[in-house]
């Protein structure tokens, strides 16, 4: 709560949003690459998510929800996700923004690309056309009998790209994610193809406190980039195991992890 963290109360009708002070509390004390969900294509479970790839503009919609008229994401014209579309005033009812918010399973949407803040070199262009980048402290536990908040000893990276880069999902990816496919592995890209950048998390002391930071390598004050790109900071493909029918288990290649040995960032 002392951080800002919240949560927004749900109340359809209101004007303005209102924000309810909430702690969070890791569930786990002592955790580790085995401590997960056997549901979700992430292994983690401690964590900071960011799901993006769910807007993409549109320039005209019907009242269905269906692009009719192609945004600047798709110049070759509307295609199969640009679904989920309506038009929303921005600060009056002569500035309005029309996008989709289905899947954008090509990865051409503008969260794809450089709209990152800290993907300019100069520092005063960046912060003039990009927004101030997510920015949070490591979570902290307490150990039983314990009062004293401890830090947790190592970080991983990870996103679920092959998960989502499959031929079942994505119309310009064909990641073989499955052990018994032809060639596993073949495909699984990070970028997605079709993005231009894919953001990534650096570090950096702000107030006297380590924080993390979500976007591009150039933000100011940066201390650590972890290779200053997605396909270094995530790693390679992760092996993970799901319980099947009959008492068995399925190996899939659902994500890119990296698991570094020691904690950049206390609290």
């Known amino acids: ?45 401690v964590a900071y998510s960011d799901e993006i ?5 549109c320039a005209a919609a019907n009242t269905s929800g269906v692009c009719t008229t192609a945004g600047v994401t798709d110049p070759s014209g509307v295609d199969g996700d640009d679904a989920g579309c309506f038009t929303l005033p921005i600060s009056t009812t002569t500035h309005l923004l029309t996008g ?70 994505s119309t310009n990816n064909d990641c073989q994610r499955h052990l018994t496919d032809p060639h596993p592995g073949a495909g699984c890209v990070n970028p997605p193809k079709g993005a231009s950048f894919y953001p990534i998390f650096t570090t950096a002391q702000v107030g006297g406190m380590c924080v993390w930071r979500e976007g591009g390598a150039l933000l100011p004050g940066t201390l650590r980039t972890f290779g200053g790109t997605s396909t270094q900071e995530y790693g390679p493909l992760d092996h993970v195991v799901y319980p099947s029918v009959g008492n068995t288990t399925i190996t899939l290649l659902e994500d890119f992890h990296n698991t570094l040995s020691y904690n950049p960032c206390p609290a």
Request: proline share 8%.
């Open 1 to 45: 709560i002392a951080n800002g963290f919240g949560h927004p109360l749900y109340r359809p009708t209101a004007t303005t949003c209102t924000d309810q002070p909430y702690a969070f509390h890791p569930m786990y004390a002592t955790s580790s690459e085995a401590t997960r969900v056997l549901w979700a294509a992430h292994t983690y479970n």
């Open 53 to 57: 790839g769910h807007f993409e503009y």
């Open 100 to 169: 989709c918010t289905s899947t954008d399973n090509d990865f051409d949407g503008p969260e794809y690309q450089k709209n990152w803040p800290g993907t300019l070199a100069d520092p005063q262009d960046d912060t003039e056309v990009h927004a101030q980048p997510v920015t949070f402290t490591s979570p902290l536990f307490q150990a039983a009998g314990d009062s004293r908040l401890r830090n947790f000893q190592r970080v991983a990276f990870e996103t679920d790209l092959p998960r989502i880069e499959g031929a079942d999902v």
